[in-house]
């Protein structure tokens, strides 16, 4: 008798907390009942600004909709297959995203994508910075809505430029800032580490030439797509790469650095040069305020446009930052759809510009005193997006990027003549599916 | 009288004796035995063969995770792709390299450790058994960037610490080159599952009869003699059972390489190139090609210890 009693006692208690965990999972699943509904925006993580703005578009919102925002993985490689595992298995708790330009035709030509409303496509691409409107295009047709539009400059010592006695207001070269810093003593800092961010500094230098790293991207079959990887503006950009990082301007850890760490060896004592985005400034700023740098050294930043490749050759800067996409999954497309044209508003970015960093894709931002007391260098900002080239748009951009990353890697072991030949041959082969990444 | 009747009986015994045990008693303990152990087999099972299963029968497709209407049947196309491909063999190359060194090294310090454990006096033994297994609680992804953390070049304190060392200096670049790469992969790893294999030995060192010891002793043995010809031999079953658990887990190593390099300068191992395939690629059909012949290889490795070395896997339950 007792053992059978407290065999039903405990399923009953088994039995009471599987309603409790159903109740409660039926609960989170459901609307409210006629209250606002809950759009679940996957941000990537920032200083904050994304969860502020989720909650000044709630509160605009009026009790419409509730913005909720999820933290996506550090890196732009691991957001992308987070989000596109939940997506594959038609994950409808995801409304928002925050996207990573060089994957949204990936996600776009997947049917991940909720199409955008005309009326919704005319208002987000109104004075939006042409980069990155075609960061948020694919088959000709607007996929996602452009937010904040990031790009690389070059940053400079003043001290370090006058000491060699370079000429900042003309154009420079890799070849001349590499010169001024070994007369110097003082590094050049760019991204050589194996990671997305050599693809970048690939595609900005190829781009610089004159070349492309994709020539026809055969959106259907992506064992025809042709590469550039052999064209001579490529033979210059791996030049240019073998160069800086075999110069003694490249500092030891050159392989193996990232935009951190590029930064923090721009705020050491031989900090002279470094290609990266603008959160360097106000990590700089932050740093002295909390007493752990020395204030004078962010008063000797200074950023102008890009180095160039060649001389006579307009520098193509990295593009990148951040676009929205709506999921094709959501239950409320038109709901997102209006949080995403909130969270896009000139005074949002304007906030997200000063607080955290992130330049703004609409020009008119690039107006408003606040940002230009914040940011001095914002009208570099503006030119060097205006003049950046983004990377290959294609489904298989995470081939191609990571063919290059395994070939290019590490930079100082580039052969110029022979690498172009080898990624080429690794990227068809593996697009082609008849070899290991 | 006697003689006439028992050779018979000697004859048979083998035979019949066991088989006339399990028909009763050990039967039902058999029996007691699969209703015990039954529902933790299914879920088994289920948790661990129908993924098997489910991998070997995706390895046969061409199958890209954004692109499931081009699914199609391949047959071994994928494996012919794997094995054909250098990066494969590399990556063997590699996962063995961490496999051999982080065994040998954890089995040497692991005995010593255990040694310590036995040795201690009572009062320090719960103590220091729980501070030699912290290492063993901290999450693998921690440890990982804990010791990238201590060997990166800007914020790292090796390269300041050990600047006296040949070889070291304020610019080294640990995660620069392959081999001091992998270097470091290994002493994470080693620091890391160090304290799973003292506690199989420690069990297996509390199994030798003290009074073998003492015969030894008395014998006029040393101190090594002892340990060479008494303890060692008598828990060869343990250290077999340590090493096979240790290799088939050293096997499987992702999360160190994952953190600390990435796979950069050569140093992806099998698990990373499955991890790649997968779910960096969206390869389905390839990736569970490369994770079946990876299944392939562990099994592969126990097989080898039971087989080769003759581990018995009841002398880990001190049977």
Not at chain 1, 86 to 110: T, Y
Not at chain 1, 148 to 156: D, E, F, I, P, S
Not at chain 1, 249 to 270: K, L, P
Not at chain 2, 173 to 180: E, K, P, Y
Request: proline residues 6%.
């Amino acid at each position: 008798m007792r053992p059978a009693a407290r065999g039903r006692s405990r399923r009953g208690v088994a039995g009471a907390a599987a309603l409790l965990v159903t109740a409660g999972t039926l609960a989170a699943c459901g609307s409210d009942g006629g209250g606002a509904s809950t759009l679940t925006w996957y941000i990537n993580p920032d200083a904050g600004g994304q969860a502020e703005i989720a909650d000044r578009c709630t509160e605009a919102a009026g009790g419409r909709y509730t913005i909720e925002t999820a933290l996506l993985p550090r890196d732009a490689a691991s957001q992308r297959e987070q989000l596109i595992r939940r997506l594959a298995a038609n994950d409808n708790s995801i409304d928002l995203m925050s996207l990573d330009p060089p994957f949204i035709p990936e996600f776009a030509q997947a049917g991940f994508l909720a199409p955008v409303p005309e009326d919704v496509a005319e208002a987000v691409t109104e004075d939006v910075v042409d980069s990155a409107v075609e960061g948020s295009t694919w088959d000709d047709e607007l996929v996602a809505v452009p937010f904040w539009a990031n790009t690389q400059v070059l940053w400079y010592r003043e001290s370090v430029a006058e000491a060699a006695g370079l000429d900042m207001s003309e154009p420079v070269t890799w070849e001349q800032i590499v010169q001024a810093a070994e007369e110097t003593g003082t590094l050049v800092g760019a991204q050589g580490t194996r990671a997305e961010s050599l693809t970048v500094w690939f595609n900005a230098l190829i781009e610089s030439a004159g070349g492309e790293i994709i020539t026809d991207p055969s959106p259907e079959d992506p064992a025809q797509i042709e590469l550039g990887l052999t064209s001579d503006a490529a033979v210059r950009a791996a030049e240019v790469m073998q160069m800086v990082a075999e110069s003694d301007a490249a500092g030891a850890a050159f392989s193996t650095s990232n935009e951190d760490s590029t930064a923090t060896g721009f705020e050491s004592e031989n900090g002279g040069f470094q290609v990266n985005y603008p959160f360097v400034y106000p990590r700089a700023l932050g740093a002295a305020e909390a007493g752990t740098l020395d204030p004078s050294v962010p008063e000797d930043y200074a950023a102008t446009i890009y180095p160039r490749v060649d001389e006579d050759e307009p520098a193509a800067p990295p593009y990148g930052g951040i676009n929205l996409g709506v999921s094709a999954f959501s239950e409320s497309p038109e709901l997102a759809y209006e949080a995403a044209e909130c969270i896009v508003s000139d005074e949002n970015q304007a906030y997200y510009f000063v607080t955290n960093g992130n330049p703004a894709s609409s020009t008119a931002v690039y107006d408003d005193p606040e940002v230009l007391e914040a940011f001095p260098m914002a009208p570099v900002i503006r030119e060097s997006l205006e003049l950046a080239a983004p990377r290959p748009q294609t489904p298989y951009y995470n081939e191609i990027s990571v063919g290059i990353q395994r070939s290019y890697h590490p930079p100082s072991a580039v052969d110029p003549g022979e690498t172009g030949e080898q990624a080429s041959e690794l990227i068809n082969a593996v697009l082609a599916k008849e070899d290991l990444l | 009288m006697s003689t006439t009747t028992l050779p018979p009986t000697k004859k048979t015994e083998p035979k019949s004796a066991p088989k006339a045990a399990i028909s009763d008693r050990a039967r039902s303990e058999r029996k007691l035995g699969w209703l015990l152990a039954g529902p933790a087999f299914l879920v088994m099972l289920l948790v661990t063969a129908y993924p098997i299963l489910q991998a070997t029968y995706e390895s046969l497709f061409d199958f890209r995770l954004t692109d499931p209407e081009n699914r199609s049947f391949v047959g071994l196309s994928n494996y012919w792709v794997i094995l054909t491909d250098s990066l494969w063999w590399q990556s063997i190359g590699v996962t063995a390299f961490i496999t051999v060194v982080t065994v040998a090294v954890e089995l040497v310090l692991g005995f010593a450790l255990a040694l310590v454990m036995v040795k201690a006096l009572r009062a320090l033994r719960p103590v220091l058994r729980a501070a030699i297994l912290i290492p063993y609680a901290v999450i693998t992804v921690v440890s990982a960037f804990a010791w990238q953390f201590a060997f990166d070049i800007q914020s790292g304190f090796v390269n300041s610490w050990f600047a006296w060392l040949p070889g070291v200096s304020e610019n080294t670049d640990w995660f620069g080159d392959r081999w001091t790469a992998l270097l470091v992969i290994c002493l994470a790893e080693i620091w890391k599952t160090t304290p799973f294999i003292s506690l199989l030995l420690l069990a297996g060192l509390a199994q030798v009869p003290e009074v073998l010891q003492e015969a030894a002793k008395v014998d006029g043995a040393t101190r090594w003699q002892r340990m060479w010809r008494v303890t060692l031999p008598n828990m060869k079953a343990a250290i077999m059972v340590a090493l096979l658990f240790r290799t088939l887990d050293a096997f499987r190593v992702f999360d160190s390489i994952f953190i600390m390099t990435n796979g950069a300068n050569g140093t992806e191992s099998v698990s990373f190139l499955a991890y790649r395939q997968t779910i960096a690629r969206l390869e389905i059909g390839l990736g569970s090609a490369v994770s079946v012949l990876l299944f392939l290889a562990v099994v592969l490795i126990a097989f080898s210890f039971i087989k080769l070395f003759r581990v018995d896997l009841s002398q880990a339950r001190g049977e």
